[in-house]
């Protein structure tokens, strides 16, 4: 069964190929790049909590260590837009 919505905004009923286009995107999602993780992903990984991680994470942004991008996500069931954070690309990591 297919569901139909209408799409209204303020002004009132929006063009049906606006709506069309609009619920295209929003049923979208997209798959992070190798390396991009969460902050919450990052604190289990470094066995912090999401605030210390965090701390590190907008650091290492501002000195170019790490790049920010948002990429939408399957969360709880709908796509959400979130910050994903990973290395530059270009940059060989150390092994740990």
Known sequence: MKRTV???SRKGRIDPMLAAIISEIHKTVETPA???LTKN????KWRLNR????RYIEKAVKS??????SYRILLRG???KMKHYGPPPGK?????
């Open 6 to 8: 209408q799409i209204t």
């Open 34 to 36: 190798k390396g991009f």
């Open 41 to 44: 992903e990052w604190g289990e």
């Open 51 to 54: 605030s210390q991680a965090g």
């Open 64 to 69: 170019g260590m790490m790049l920010m991008h």
């Open 78 to 80: 709908r796509p959400t």
């Open 92 to 96: 060989k990591r150390k092994p740990s």
